[in-house]
């Protein structure tokens, strides 16, 4: 399958602050990646597709100007969390779509908002 | 709308015993559907998928699935589970545009 990462693994930030997840498609091009969050003892809930070129598209309830997604290349998408505060707090988790059927998924990134 | 419900919130068994993980799925169309495991604090890793043909599909790790269109299930079976099995299992069906939907998850305790 394919292989996924995301940076950082883990982080902490202060209220209002803005923190920057990286997401990076390491053995192929990925023209779609996935991000969702993931809240304690729960399921993945999808936030957004990122496409590659184009604006993401989110998914009902997640503010767009909350979470800014960046896919400026075929393996790197950002996820950007504006003016953090600690109900932000969460596990993020990206994924890529390969071959359109499967999706594979990064470590994911535990975010922190003190 | 596609849904997928996990019934069980926790199982435990003994090392050695049979394990299945129920799966139930709402979709309208012959739906893709997948098993992924999820260690603490670890991303998902896919155990195994099933998208036409034979109804029983393998996966990693011993663990296999059955497809049951009559009965919308899809459940995750292992005849003989390992310490290291101790995780939690997630159902998810591939919908339109390729996005997913999990199911809330099965966690998984293994007594020695």
């Known amino acids: 399958g394919a292989v996924v990462s995301q940076h950082p693994s883990w982080v902490i930030c202060k209220s209002g602050t803005s923190v920057k997840i990286e997401c990076r498609s390491l053995?192929?091009?990925?023209?779609?990646m996935f991000w969702y969050r993931q809240f304690p003892k729960q399921s993945l809930m999808l936030m957004a597709t990122?496409?590659?070129?184009?604006?993401?598209?989110?998914e009902q309830g997640v503010e767009k100007d909350k979470f800014l997604i960046n896919h400026a290349s075929l393996t790197l998408s950002t996820l950007t969390v504006t003016s953090a505060h600690p109900e932000d707090s969460s596990f993020y988790i990206c994924?890529?779509?390969?071959?359109?059927?499967?999706?594979?998924f990064g470590p994911g990134t535990r975010l922190t908002v003190l | 709308a596609q849904s997928v419900t996990q019934p069980d919130i926790h199982i435990t068994v003994s090392e050695g015993a049979s394990l299945e993980l129920r799966c139930n799925y709402s979709?309208?169309?012959?739906?893709?559907l997948f098993w992924y495991v999820q260690s603490p604090g670890q991303g998902l890793q896919l155990l195994l998928k099933?998208?036409?043909?034979?109804?029983l599909v393998q996966g990693i790790k011993g663990f296999e699935a059955e497809f049951k269109r009559s009965q919308s299930s899809f459940n995750l079976r292992k005849p003989s589970v390992h310490w290291s099995d101790a995780a939690e299992y997630f159902c998810?069906?591939?919908?339109?545009?390729?996005?997913?939907?999990f199911g809330s998850g099965t966690k998984l305790n293994v007594k020695p």
């Open positions: 053995d192929f091009q990925a023209t779609t």
């Open positions: 979709y309208g169309a012959t739906p893709y």
């Open positions: 099933y998208f036409s043909g034979d109804t």
């Open positions: 990122s496409n590659e070129g184009s604006k993401a598209t989110y």
């Open positions: 998810a069906v591939g919908g339109d545009f390729n996005k997913f939907y």
């Open positions: 994924s890529v779509s390969h071959n359109t059927d499967t999706q594979y």
